[in-house]
């Protein structure tokens, strides 16, 4: 019995962990934390390239900011400029840079509309395009209405006008001095973007006297061949030709016109007198409807060709009147009229 017991083998001692799984599991944790290290910097990069972009985008902005309304400033001065001090500019000259400085004013509001805006800049960018809206509706009124305050008839509510758009121009400046500006540079310095703060912008002059009827008066009084309220040489319009979406009119009996399109009336005005004459108010009677349309000047001699279409557009047979406005000294104005009758089919 006890040789049986001595001779069964005893239970065999567990083995130690081998030093190989320990140094697997130690590279697996320097493995994890290499990777999570990797991920930290990777999220850092792109965070570090997308801030960059950000900051880019929002100096690019501003800088594209800055250079409308630099070249603002520069139309400002040709403007004022010429008001102030007209110099030899004729009435058709000065007329003309004003309608120059129009279309400067036109590209500027296109290119505050196309302007790729950062989403941070969005309250900013539409301050600054009521700004720009305002500059650009007051800046083709003055220009719509320039040449007839340069003239006689008309030139005192043209004038009237013209000052009232000067006040929209100031008004502008007053968005962009307290919304529009004050907004770009705060969204750049909450961002920590520096030196490129966009300048300010003041379209009416500062401390002018443009705002008063007054002064505009007085100084489109001073363009070479303006009205002054003297009518001294000859004076007078004539009809020359009236036609109707290209077919022409006669006194003697009926001219026959397509009804298929809205009728636009040209009528063609010279001046048969020996100075320019600005502002002529042609208008067309037809069925007891009076429409009207402005040259805004004729030289003497030259002719100018008005269009106005003829809203509602009439049917049947139509009586039309038409009629140059008689100029300030004109004595003989039968030539001014004609009559037609129309057949619309």
């Given at each position: 019995m006890e040789d049986s017991l001595a001779s069964r083998p005893g239970r065999r001692p567990r083995p130690p962990r081998r030093p190989e799984r320990q140094q697997i599991l130690l590279r697996r944790g320097l493995a994890l934390g290499a990777g999570l290290l990797i991920l930290i910097l990777i999220v850092l990069g792109v965070r570090g390239c997308l801030n960059a972009r950000k900051h880019r985008a929002l100096s690019d902005y501003a800088r594209n900011v800055t250079q409308i309304v630099d070249e603002t400033d520069q139309t400002s001065k040709s403007f004022f400029g010429k008001l102030s001090d007209p110099g030899s500019l004729s009435v058709t000259e000065f007329v003309a840079e004003v309608n120059a400085d129009r279309?400067?004013?036109?590209?500027?509001?296109?290119?505050?509309?196309?302007?790729?805006?950062?989403?941070?800049?969005?309250?900013?960018?539409?301050?600054?395009?009521?700004?720009?809206?305002?500059?650009?509706?007051?800046?083709?009124?003055?220009?719509?209405?320039?040449?007839?305050?340069?003239?006689?008839?008309?030139?005192?509510?043209?004038?009237?006008?013209?000052?009232?758009?000067?006040?929209?121009?100031?008004?502008?400046?007053?968005?962009?001095?307290?919304?529009?500006?004050?907004?770009?540079?705060?969204?750049?310095a909450d961002n920590g973007i520096e030196g490129d703060d966009v300048p300010k912008s003041e379209f009416v002059p500062e401390g002018s006297t443009w705002l008063d009827e007054s002064a505009v008066s007085s100084a489109l009084t001073s363009v070479s061949g303006a009205a002054t309220g003297e009518t001294e040489g000859v004076h007078g319009l004539g009809l020359i030709g009236v036609s109707i979406n290209g077919t022409e009119l006669t006194p003697e009996g009926s001219t026959a016109v397509s009804?298929?399109?809205?009728?636009?009336?040209?009528?063609?005005?010279?001046?048969?007198?020996?100075?320019?004459?600005?502002?002529?108010?042609?208008?067309?009677?037809?069925?007891?409807?009076?429409?009207?349309?402005?040259?805004?000047?004729?030289?003497?001699?030259?002719?100018?060709?008005?269009?106005?279409?003829?809203?509602?557009?009439?049917?049947?047979?139509?009586?039309?009147?038409?009629?140059?406005?008689?100029?300030?000294?004109?004595?003989?104005?039968?030539?001014?009229?004609?009559?037609?009758?129309?057949?619309?089919?």
């Open positions: 279309s400067a004013m036109d590209n500027y509001v296109a290119r505050v509309d196309g302007l790729d805006t950062p989403g941070d800049m969005g309250s900013a960018q539409n301050a600054l395009e009521l700004v720009y809206e305002l500059r650009g509706a007051a800046m083709t009124e003055i220009a719509d209405k320039v040449s007839t305050a340069l003239g006689e008839a008309g030139s005192k509510k043209a004038t009237e006008i013209i000052a009232k758009q000067m006040n929209v121009l100031a008004a502008s400046d007053v968005v962009y001095a307290s919304v529009a500006r004050p907004e770009i540079d705060g969204v750049l009804a298929e399109e809205t009728p636009e009336v040209e009528v063609t005005v010279q001046n048969q007198g020996e100075s320019t004459e600005n502002g002529i108010t042609v208008s067309v009677t037809a069925n007891g409807n009076t429409l009207t349309g402005d040259i805004s000047s004729i030289e003497a001699g030259a002719e100018e060709t008005v269009t106005i279409p003829l809203t509602p557009a009439p049917t049947g047979e139509v009586a039309l009147e038409v009629e140059a406005e008689p100029v300030p000294g004109e004595e003989v104005s039968e030539n001014n009229e004609a009559s037609y009758t129309v057949v619309f089919e």
